[in-house]
């Protein structure tokens, strides 16, 4: 691991909120003792405001038949066109289209909303979005907060639909992807730690990491070393993965085996590609 001083040590640290939609307190939620918990993470009603989608999901027999349902059920309740899957032409928002956008930037617009959707329901805020974020009402702040807010992506309650996006993805996750697994071996590419910090560093070659509040890891290393010349390798909480690149047939993220997670404290090795 890249040498770094004491007086190099980064001081900034997390913005976040006491409260949250998931239940359990937002400093836990950020902690290397959270992922190592795996307590299970539900955001509060999607489940009880929804039966109908819960009940087509549990007559699938295999992932690409819910996945099939879920996506149903969304043009249905958001009147979500097919074409905005590949996003030629714009029509209301949709969570396709933020998938789609994070891809491609995670820090352009896109990524400010989804990002703000990770604020707003599990109380975490971003430590990075196209610069350091160290503190509300500083010029970082205030451009993610005017991104993450605009109207071109919150005119069809947008969050609500992210929300649903997180259920089934834990969903599928029990019920056919990782039903036997409490976390899953990830890997990310880095070329330097100015979106990351060390927290602590615990071995020559292992540290805890301070991760922004939504980050992309892949469960392919050698796709993970295409993104860099130093590879994170992590153990994530399957309670912390929001989307997977397999979990819809009709979208998937750029990179192979791609894991939006949730960020925060975690333990972390580096390798160098």
């Known amino acids: 691991m890249p040498a770094m001083s ?40 999607v489940t009880e405001m929804n039966p109908s989608l819960f009940t087509m999901l549990d007559q699938a027999e295999h992932l690409a038949e819910a996945g099939q ?5 969304m043009m249905a309740m958001f009147g979500l066109d097919p074409e905005q899957r590949t996003g030629q032409r714009r029509f209301r928002s949709s ?28 109380g975490l805020g971003p430590s990075y979005h196209k610069e350091i974020i ?71 070659r292992e540290a805890v990491m301070r991760l922004n509040n939504l980050v992309s890891f892949s469960s392919d290393r050698d796709t993970a070393s295409c993104f860099g010349d130093m590879i994170l ?14 979990l819809l047939t009709s979208h998937a993220l750029k990179g192979e085996g791609e894991y939006l997670v949730i960020g925060g404290d975690t333990r972390v090795s580096v390798d160098y590609v």
């Open 6 to 45: 004491d007086a190099a040590q980064p001081t900034r640290r997390g913005i976040g909120h006491s409260t949250n939609l998931v239940g359990r307190p937002s400093e836990w939620l950020a902690s290397c003792a959270f992922n190592d918990s795996a307590v299970p993470l539900h955001i509060w009603g």
């Open 69 to 73: 349902a879920f996506s149903s059920y």
């Open 95 to 122: 969570f396709l289209r933020l998938i789609q956008g994070w891809g491609f930037d995670s820090n352009g617009p896109e990524g400010a909303v989804l990002k703000g959707w990770v604020e707003s329901r599990f």
């Open 134 to 204: 160290e503190r509300v009402a500083s010029r970082a702040w205030t451009s993610y907060v005017e991104e993450k807010m605009s109207s071109r992506f919150h005119n069809n309650a947008i969050w609500v639909q992210l929300d649903l996006l997180f259920e089934f993805c834990q969903w599928a996750i029990r019920r056919f992807a990782f039903p036997d697994e409490t976390h899953l071996t990830l890997y990310r590419g880095v070329n330097s730690f100015d979106e990351h910090w060390i927290i602590e560093r615990t071995t020559r």
């Open 233 to 246: 390798t992590a153990r994530i909480p399957v309670s912390k993965v929001v989307f997977f690149n397999s």
